[in-house]
C-alpha cells in the first residue's frame, strides 16, 4: 500500500521556535537542510505503508526518534501493546521503574526480535531511576535489575526519574516503591543529586546506558548540575502540552544542547483517568476549540495537531494507545505542517497548569515552587 502522504513538511516554514541549537538538531536520513539540521528517515509499518519518522541528535551524537511510546500506565496486556507498536513502526519506547511493567515491554520486544521484525539496535530503550535508588550504592543494582526485567544489556537512555531523594524501599517487599516507606510516609533521604548525576556517569562508563538525562527538573537545577556534570545531560523530560508550554525551560534546555521530551502531550487526557479534580475540571484538549478548528483545516486528529505543535518546536514526543489506528496516526504526526500562526495560537492557550505536581498527590514535595 502506498504512503497516505507524499510529501514531506517544509522546512523553510518551520517557526523560529522549531529551528535547532548547536548540539541539538533533528536528523531524517535521506533529506536535510543544512540551515536547519533536518532530514527524513523511513520506517516500514505492518501495513506496508512508508511512515517518515525524524530523528533527534543528541548532544552526544547519538540519534532517538522524534516520536516514540510511552509505557505510563500501560498495564494490560503490555507485551502485546509493546509488539504491535513495533510492528506499527515504532522505535523508542519509554519506561520507568515507576511503571511497574518492565518485564511485560521486554517481553513485547524479546517476540519482535525473535520473530525478525528488528533487531536490538534497531530500537531505543529508555528507562528510569526511581527516587528511592538516589544513594550511588543504589544506583548500579536496580539499573542491572531494570535491565534483566527488560531482557537487554544496556539502556538507550536512562533519565533522573525526579529531582528527589527518598528513603529506600525495597523493590521485593513492595514494587514499584512507591513515594512512601512501608508506614505511609513521604521521607526524604539525604543522597545529593550531584552523588546520584556521578552515579549515572559511571552508569555510562560501564556501558549500561548510551545516555543519560533528567527528568522533571527545572532551570536552576540544570545550571547547577552542569557546573559540575563531567557527562552532560543528554535530554530532559517535563510535562508540556497547551495548558503548559514552559517555553523558558525548553528554550534554555535547548541553548545548553540538551534534547527536550515532551510527557503528556495531551494535557489532562491521562489525568482524567486518575480522577485528578485539576483535569476533570478543565476542557479537554481533544474537545478546545482551537484544536479542533485547526484539527479540521488539516483534515487531522486533534491529537496529530497536538503531538505536530510539539515537534514543531523541536520537541521529542513519546504519546501512548492502544487503538491500532490511533498508533499510526500517532507515528504520522509529523506528516503535515503548521504555520507558525497556528503554533503561536495554540501555545496561547498556555495556564501555567501543571497535572503532575506532587503535592497535588502527596500534600508534600514541591519541586515547582
Not at 531511576?129 to 544489556?153: A, C, N, Y
Not at 537512555?157 to 505511609?184: C, E, M, N
Not at 548510551?210 to 527545572?218: A, E
Request: some cysteine.
Amino acid at each position: 500500500m502506498a504512503s497516505l502522504f507524499t510529501r514531506l513538511p517544509s522546512l523553510r516554514k518551520l517557526p523560529v521556535c522549531c529551528r535547532f541549537p548547536a548540539g541539538v538538531g533533528i536528523n531524517l536520513q535521506g533529506y536535510r537542510n543544512p540551515a536547519s539540521s533536518v532530514a527524513f528517515y523511513t520506517t516500514n509499518s505492518s501495513r506496508d505503508r512508508t511512515v517518515n519518522v525524524p530523528n533527534i541528535r543528541l548532544n552526544n551524537g547519538r540519534e532517538i526518534p522524534q516520536v516514540g511510546f510511552g509505557l505510563w500506565k500501560v498495564t494490560e496486556n503490555t507485551a502485546g501493546v509493546v509488539y504491535d507498536a513495533i510492528k506499527a513502526g515504532y522505535r523508542l519506547f519509554d519506561g520507568a521503574f515507576d511503571y511497574g511493567n518492565e518485564k511485560e515491554a521486554g517481553a513485547g520486544i524479546k517476540r519482535a526480535i525473535d520473530e525478525g521484525i528488528v533487531k536490538r539496535d534497531d530500537l531505543v530503550i529508555v528507562s528510569k531511576l526511581w527516587t528511592t535508588f538516589h544513594e550511588k550504592e543504589r544506583v548500579e543494582p536496580i539499573t542491572r535489575q531494570q535491565l534483566e526485567w527488560w531482557g537487554i544489556d544496556y539502556f538507550d537512555v536512562f533519565y533522573v526519574h525526579f529531582p528527589i531523594a527518598l528513603q529506600y524501599v525495597d523493590p521485593k517487599v513492595r514494587y514499584p516503591s512507591g513515594w512512601t516507606t512501608l508506614d505511609g510516609k513521604v521521607k526524604q533521604s539525604k543522597a545529593t543529586i550531584r552523588e546520584t548525576w556521578q552515579a549515572m556517569e559511571s552508569l555510562v562508563d560501564i556501558g549500561l546506558t548510551k545516555s543519560i538525562g533528567i527528568s522533571n527538573f527545572q532551570s536552576s537545577l540544570i545550571m547547577d548540575l552542569l557546573r559540575y556534570a563531567r557527562i552532560r545531560p543528554a535530554l530532559l523530560q517535563v510535562e508540556i502540552h497547551p495548558y503548559l508550554v514552559q517555553e523558558e525551560l525548553v528554550t534554555y534546555a535547548q541553548s545548553e544542547g540538551i534534547a527536550v521530551t515532551a510527557y503528556s502531550s495531551f494535557g489532562p487526557q491521562s489525568f482524567v483517568q486518575l480522577k485528578f479534580d485539576k483535569a476533570i475540571d478543565c476542557l479537554k484538549l481533544f474537545e478546545h476549540p482551537v484544536i479542533t478548528a485547526i484539527a479540521g483545516k488539516h483534515n487531522k486528529a486533534p491529537a496529530q495537531v497536538l503531538l505536530r505543535w510539539a515537534t514543531h518546536r523541536g520537541l521529542a514526543i513519546i504519546p501512548k494507545t492502544s487503538h491500532s489506528a490511533r498508533l499510526i496516526q500517532n507515528l504520522e504526526c509529523t506528516s503535515f505542517d503548521l504555520s507558525p500562526e497556528e503554533v503561536a495560537q495554540i501555545s496561547g492557550l498556555d495556564r501555567n497548569l501543571r497535572f503532575n505536581n506532587p503535592p497535588d498527590y502527596l500534600g508534600a514535595l514541591h519541586i515547582f515552587a
